[in-house]
């Protein structure tokens, strides 16, 4: 089947377009030169002002990719490690939750369906004491339960249960997390 080829249609609001150049400019400017864990305060400060909603003792690292902070919200006592990537939906991570290095949270996506593959911007919600390792990649509308273990380079395209460990690609039940202590 052959199909003409569409005229584009950008999806994405210029007032959207203009925040996130303000946040770019600010984030390379301001945000990522100030490195040391000394700054991590600052960081926080800025992430604030641009709408993020960011509980006490969070820690978010320089090198962390984001491109649309008010749409960002974590708990307590939370990390977003080295070189974590977000994508421009909402992510809402809870208390004492560890974001390891280079982790992709992808909380939007693209219409399969239409052949302009228009944005949707959809939500990854990342539950109470859960631990996502290295290099996980996080597909948009999931949710990861409370407690729950996402194993390095596992690709999670749906729900976690709380309380499990997961890995591989695609992500598979490995099995209950068991708390000792």
Request: glycine share 6%.
């Amino acid at each position: 089947m052959k199909y003409q080829i569409p005229k584009y249609i950008d999806t994405i609001p210029k007032s959207d377009k203009i925040y996130r150049l303000a946040w770019r400019l600010t984030s390379l400017f301001l945000f990522k030169p100030f490195s040391l864990p000394f700054f991590n305060s600052w960081r926080i400060f800025l992430l604030k002002i641009f709408g993020a909603k960011i509980g006490q003792y969070c820690n978010v690292y320089a090198s962390v990719y984001i491109p649309s902070p008010r749409n960002l919200s974590m708990g307590v006592h939370s990390t977003l490690g080295p070189q974590v990537k977000l994508h421009f939906g909402k992510t809402i991570v809870g208390n004492k939750v560890t974001v390891s290095q280079r982790t992709y949270l992808c909380s939007a996506t693209h219409d399969t369906s239409s052949i302009n593959l228009p944005f949707i911007s959809g939500q990854i919600v990342i539950e109470d004491f859960a631990w996502i390792a290295a290099e996980a990649f996080i597909m948009t509308d999931t949710v990861i339960g409370e407690g729950a273990i996402v194993g390095a380079r596992a690709v999670v395209i749906k729900d976690v249960s709380p309380w499990t460990m997961v890995g591989g690609n695609p992500a598979k039940f490995i099995k209950n997390r068991i708390i000792k202590d």
